[in-house]
């Protein structure tokens, strides 16, 4: 099993309750194996060249990369631990 997390630049819900976010691009993923790792920069570096992100954005992206990352590796993403709690339900 894999967690992925978007990095996102925000996120909410419409005026129907449909969920929504503005992809930033890079996801981290913890892997079955308990490794780590960041996809899609290829994407990020495309979206940078073509305008679709400024500086800021991409720099922005990869700090927050870096943060899940991080807090994925020491077992303290908050998220991570609750998904694991409820999967600990069904297995």
């Known amino acids: 099993m894999q967690w992925y997390a978007d990095v996102c630049l925000e996120h909410g819900v419409d ?3 449909v969920p929504w976010y503005a992809d ?4 981290v993923i913890s892997l079955p194996g308990g490794g780590f790792i960041v ?15 400024s500086h800021e954005l991409y720099d922005l992206a990869w700090r927050e ?5 991080e807090q994925m590796q020491c077992g303290e993403l908050e998220l991570l631990k609750v ?9």
């Open 83 to 91: 998904s694991l709690r409820h999967l600990s339900r069904f297995i």
């Open 39 to 53: 996809i899609d920069a290829d994407e990020l570096e495309a979206a940078l060249k073509a305008g679709e992100v």
């Open 24 to 27: 930033l691009y890079l996801d």
């Open 15 to 17: 005026e129907a309750g």
């Open 65 to 69: 990369a870096k943060t899940l990352l």
